[in-house]
């Protein structure tokens, strides 16, 4: 009878997953999120209001708006879990209140790169009635007749925006906080930039996100604003907008769970939220282990943000050890953001295309002054989680769909094979095992990233 209790991991929406790896390994070391205090979505209207009558800086959201202003209210696209129809009844009776009348108000979901939404999807973002009162839009990424060029920051990223965004008055920012790969923590303006910004200034906001040598961009998760260059030209893409912000942000924890909420000027609850996720979220590398498990919750299913919480907690791992994600994945988000055809053709290309890809890599990765924007970003990405170690994924629905490999990475459809796939890859049992059963929430930094 084995003497380790069996770690269990989230699971989809409401399930629980036990990892079942065999009883002699040891158990691990578990890197969870605080979710302590904060508010169920019952409470949030209130809690809401308490935090526009309260905005950490400046004017209420009312003192801003007025008769005639024109006002765009940018939401986070489906893949978070941001209560977005729960705020925008609270957000609009607060602008009608001012004088603003509902034909001076649109609706965009920021998007950016992501697979954009048809109207039975602006439903379920937004709800009926705002669909069916206001003019609610998916900004169509490549469409360049549907946006307004105002300029080129210092760093020589065009700034393109989605027209019903760049010809407002008043930008009311709705969105969460959470670690991202590049601009350090997600949220705040990277709404409009790049969420409602054309393909162009996409691909060039994130190539200053790319960094040099070797996990340059790894360097950048939970970086601080001010030295962070993806950030900083995201500020100066704002800046060449004119017109006011005004910033709705949250701390998120499971779904139906808000840890913070804040209000007022984007730079301010943009700055206080990041400290709260670096409080709650971020895991100092302890010693190397060499299995790192990382869980996608809470992320609905998406493989590519999926993907994203393993680079989250890749510094966890040894230079010889082994990366292992438990993608739970939900149908409907599959290609979200990455077509599904696209998928299926680096998994049809087997082992082969794995040895390509590992190898052709860094190739690409000093060739990428030649390649788009967009390409090279996930070429860098690519690289920092398979060139130096084996990538592991259980993932049902993946493997059921695109077989045992996508590129690089294994695809396993049951744990039994998963355990066997890690034990044979590291040659041996694992000595030290690192567990992050919330991954999509938690991150660790490389050790001397920008703080």
């Known amino acids: 009878m084995s003497s380790v209790p069996k770690p269990e991991v989230p699971w989809g929406l409401d399930c ?93 979901v920021g998007v950016g790169r992501h697979q954009a939404l048809d109207q039975a999807g602006l439903r379920r973002r937004l709800g009926d009635e705002v669909v069916d009162r206001y003019a609610s839009y998916s900004p169509p990424v490549d469409d360049l007749s549907q946006y307004v060029d105002r300029g080129t920051t210092p760093e020589g990223v065009p700034v393109r925006v989605f027209r019903a965004v760049a010809e407002a008055d008043l930008r009311v920012l709705i969105g969460s906080v959470l670690p991202h790969m590049q601009a350090g923590f997600g949220g705040g303006y990277k709404l409009v930039f790049p969420g409602c910004s054309h393909r162009s200034t996409l691909g060039a906001l994130h190539r200053q996100g790319l960094g040099h040598g070797p996990e340059a961009a790894a360097r950048l998760l939970g970086s601080d604003p001010a030295s962070n260059p993806m950030r900083r030209a995201i500020r100066h893409a704002a800046g060449c907008l ?28 943009q700055e206080r939220l990041s400290d709260e996720v670096r409080r709650r979220f971020c895991i100092q590398p302890g010693l190397p282990a060499d299995m790192v498990v990382v869980g996608n919750h809470p992320w609905p299913g998406d493989p590519m943000q999926s993907f994203k919480v393993l680079l989250n907690h890749r510094a966890a791992a040894g230079t010889d050890g082994v990366l292992v994600g438990l993608f739970w994945t939900d149908p409907d988000e599959i290609d979200r953001s990455f077509p599904l055809g696209a998928l299926r053709l680096i998994a049809a290309t087997g082992g082969i295309g794995g040895w390509m890809i590992r190898r052709g890599l860094r190739t690409a990765d000093r060739l990428g002054s030649v390649l788009p924007s967009g390409s090279r970003f996930m070429l860098r990405w690519a690289r920092e989680l398979v060139a130096d170690r084996p990538v592991l994924v259980y993932a049902p629905v993946l493997s059921e769909r695109l077989g045992r490999r996508l590129g690089p990475v294994h695809l396993c459809g049951d744990l039994p094979t998963l355990w066997r796939t890690a034990r044979s890859r590291l040659g041996r049992d694992p000595r030290q095992i690192a567990l992050f059963p919330s991954g999509g929430l938690t991150y660790v930094p490389t050790i001397g990233a920008a703080s």
């Open 242 to 269: 004119g017109g006011a912000f005004y910033s709705i942000s949250h701390v998120l924890g499971p779904p139906g769970r808000i840890l913070a909420i804040a209000a007022g000027p984007v730079e301010p609850v």
């Open 16 to 108: 629980r997953l036990e990892l079942a790896w065999p009883d002699e390994w040891p158990a691990p070391a578990v890197g969870a999120p605080d979710l302590s205090g904060g508010f169920d979505s019952s409470a949030y209207p209130d809690r809401l209001r308490e935090a526009l009558d309260s905005p950490l800086e400046g004017q209420r959201l009312e003192q801003l708006a007025r008769p005639g202003c024109r006002v765009a209210i940018v939401v986070d696209d489906p893949s978070r879990w941001t209560p977005v129809r729960e705020a925008l009844p609270v957000v609009l009776e607060r602008l009608h209140r001012a004088g603003v009348a509902p034909g001076d108000v649109s609706v965009c």
